[in-house]
């Protein structure tokens, strides 16, 4: 009889002190797919290097294969030569996957790459609208304006000087 076991919050060293009987198969597996998806996916830049990381991403596990995204096919044909020794490097990075990975598929999919990219501006775009703005009037924004002042005023150029100041505050 199978026990029914809550994944959630379980990590390797925790499927240890269960019974191989008591695991079903296809949770397990589940289990170790979903939280190995998430080492590959941070560890990526490191397999295949930063450049071929920003033209290409492990995309999903399906079976025993690894599903890889590309921006253009040429990236596909190519990495597709590659193959084996892109599975020793996600082996030597993620040994826990030798079992779970078989083979690399390639696709390309160019609004993958697309839709990353505007989702990374549009958190950049709010991470800078939620920073902080210093009033005029607090002390922080003084001490600032009074620091940017001192560095700056050898500049003879009022606007320019203006200028250079407002940034040494916006980035301090």
Known sequence: ??????????????????????????????????????????????????KMAKVTSPLKLKHDSLIVVTTHSTYSHELSYLSEQIKIEIFKALPELRNVIKKIIYETQEGYFKHRDEVAQSRAEITEAARPRLHPQSPQYKILKAEAERLFQHVEEPELRKFMISIYIQTN
Request: aromatic content about 18%; overall charge positive; glycine content about 4%.
């Open 1 to 50: 009889m199978f026990k029914k076991l809550v994944f959630k919050g379980l990590n390797y060293k925790d499927l240890d002190r269960f019974k191989e009987h008591d695991l079903k198969r296809d949770e397990m597996k589940s289990f170790y797919q979903t939280f190995d998806f998430i080492d590959l996916l941070k560890k990526w830049p490191d397999i295949v290097g930063v």
